[in-house]
């Protein structure tokens, strides 16, 4: 069996953790570009080296990929959503994909109450006209977060941590889940529709798949409270880009906080023209805290998997 493990791509300065677990392991490590390469790349790439275990951070791992590695037991997603990685051709090959769920729950709904800070206070507003030579405190519309309502559409390990920040501020708090727990105490939870009609704050939680693509599309930013504020944190691919950018000109909307495109890392030059948009590169995730346990998590779980140890975040199930 291959005692190679590749590390298709990484968003930080080097692989010095990775190297160091995959190593110690007695395991080799081939890591390819830090920026991720196309899915053909990636392909070609496990065609090369036959790995037992693939480390992934945002490159595809196609059906393909997984089909070209034959000792291939393991595909690790250094993150938590699995929508770069084709599931189920893993499964029904019974290589394992696993992820590391929650060691950016502060982080990201750190994200989210910055935001949100940032829109009621007009942070970045007021710091670009101050920049531009402009000092008018009278112009200033500013909002008291306390008496907002905000609405979480996805209620996981992150939703749950908004909304004790969301009610710590004083917030009323309300979210939508499709398997809402019964003991959400201090939250309210409604309907996607009276969710979006009745917030102040929409703030996007859910993850990426068929069902929820473009989830936030022209009709439901329509159902949404004139002048309100969307945020996204997850996956840029849940919320339409062009209707909030439509939403965004005509003032439905007076301002989106979008950590994650569906274009990234293009960013469509309308949207960066409006004074509403506030923008991040996918960073939310990001502290020097969480990308050290993230990092050095998803490779202890291909060492531990690659040694015939249980996963302890299997992501998917098959029969052996």
């Given amino acids: ?9 990484y968003a930080w300065p080097d692989d010095n953790v990775e190297r160091t677990v995959i190593e110690s392991a007695g395991l080799r490590l081939v890591s390819g570009p830090a920026s991720p390469a196309s899915a053909s790349s990636i392909e070609a790439l496990v065609r090369e080296h036959r790995p037992a275990g693939i480390l992934t951070c945002w490159a595809q791992v196609s059906a393909e990929a997984i089909a070209a590695a034959p000792d291939l037991k393991i595909v690790a997603r250094l993150g938590v959503g699995l929508d770069n990685i084709a599931v189920q051709a893993a499964t029904a090959r019974s290589v394992l994909v696993t992820n590391v769920p929650d060691y950016c729950v502060e982080e990201v709904s750190d994200h989210a109450i910055g935001f949100a800070l940032a829109w009621t206070r007009g942070i970045v507003a007021f710091d670009r006209e101050v920049r531009a030579g402009r000092w008018s405190p009278a112009d200033a519309k500013l909002r008291r977060l306390s008496s907002l309502t905000c609405g979480l559409i996805g209620y996981g390990r992150i939703g749950r941590a908004s909304a004790r920040k969301f009610a710590a501020f004083g917030c009323r708090v309300l979210a939508h889940d499709p398997f809402m727990p019964a ?3 201090g939250v309210q939870a409604v309907g996607l529709d009276e969710l979006l009609a009745a917030s102040d704050i929409v703030v996007v939680h859910a993850p990426l798949t068929d069902g929820t693509r473009h989830l936030v599309d022209r009709e439901r930013i329509a159902r949404m409270k004139p002048g309100g504020l969307l945020i996204n944190v997850s996956r840029g691919g849940i919320v339409d880009t062009d209707a909030v950018i439509e939403a965004l000109e005509s003032g439905r909307l007076s301002g ?9 890392p293009a960013v469509p030059a309308r949207l960066r023209e409006q004074p509403g948009a506030l923008l991040t590169p996918h960073v939310a995730f990001s502290s020097d805290a969480s990308l050290h346990e993230l990092r050095e998590r998803a490779a202890q ?3 531990r998997v690659l040694r015939g140890e249980a996963a302890r975040n299997p992501c998917n199930s098959y029969k052996v």
């Fill in 1 to 9: 069996m291959s005692d190679t493990v590749l590390l298709t791509d």
């Fill in 183 to 185: 003991d959400a105490a």
């Fill in 256 to 264: 989106a906080a979008l950590d994650v495109l569906e274009s990234e």
């Fill in 301 to 303: 779980e291909v060492v």
